[in-house]
């Protein structure tokens, strides 16, 4: 049995970790206004229009990959995905220069769905791991973008000016891209946390055995989140393609360890069932701030990688103390 002191401590901590979005939201002001410190330009509009615009791909891909952690699943593929879609949709515009922006948009949302449902397929009905279907089709993807491209890239001068704006152009006054990663973020914050389908997902991840006694059809939502994580890295692909201007075979190498890194900071944690989507936001809001930040600071780029590491080892270790301390209050409970 557990003495008062201990208890006490692990209600502490409890709370710390029950008002961790607002902890994380005062740690990236002080953050940013220690930076403002040490950079003037750091709190200018054009530096946090272009930190926003910069850390609108990863929010995506974030919200995407906080769905597959809470089913106790992982997606290392994603990186790949994204490659390939956007290595497609570059070649098809090139192609064909008077493709309507959305139709380019949509062919690589598609591209994404149909990888992602491979692998939820690998994951719910063959039973496959997720790490090992998802690292297995990592390489299968890379390799299938490498082909396609035939050793050559897309570049800017080959792209309709059309499918660049995608990346430049406004709606309502906001860059595209921080307009559409606000849709994603308003329709999927709904989802999660207001159907029956959001509330399922949840349980898959808190208890799968409970879940399945429970009648949800587990197969089907691990196929859903897959499939919806892989059309997220689909229109990211089409998206990171127009904001760079460029497609090649290697584009986003292991940039799927940065989005899981993103929903570790924001609280979601690898053993399922617990996150929140304005955790992942911040998360991916706090690395996007150090990648803009740092250099402007004239960090070393060796350095810059040693915070980042820093960084997400506190997060990681805090889940961990603070999953074992709800584990200990439980049973404490049980005991008294």
Known sequence: ????????????????????????????????????LLNSQFLTLGNLNDLFTNASIL?????????????????????????????ITAQTVAAYPTLHPLLAILLGIVIGILCGAVLGFLVSKIGILPIIASLGL?????????????G???????????????????????????????????????????TITGRRIYAIGSDPDSAKISGININKLLMLVYSVMGGLAGLSGVLWVSKYAS???????????????????GGVSIAGGVGKITGVILGAMLLGIL????PLIHVSPFWQMAIEGAVILFAVLFNVIVRKRTERNQLLRRVI
């Open 59 to 87: 929010v995506i891909l974030s919200i995407g990959m906080m769905m597959v952690l809470l089913t106790r699943g992982i997606d290392l593929s994603i990186a790949a995905t994204l490659a390939l879609s956007g290595m």
């Open 138 to 150: 990592m390489y299968a993807y890379r390799g299938i973008t490498y082909m396609i491209a035939g």
């Open 291 to 294: 990648n803009n930040a740092l």
């Open 247 to 265: 497609a090649q075979g290697n584009t986003a190498v292991g940039y799927e360890l940065t989005v899981i890194a993103a929903c570790i900071l």
């Open 1 to 36: 049995m557990f003495s008062k002191t201990k208890r006490n401590e692990g209600n502490t901590l409890l709370k710390v970790a029950k008002y961790r979005d607002i902890g994380l939201l005062a740690f990236i002001i002080i953050l940013a206004l220690a930076l403002q």
């Open 152 to 194: 050559e890239w897309v570049s800017a001068h080959q792209m309709p000016e059309s499918f660049k704006n995608i990346a430049t152009s406004k709606i309502l006054g906001i860059n595209t891209l921080i307009f559409i990663a606000l849709i994603i973020f308003i329709f999927f914050y709904y989802f999660m946390t207001h």
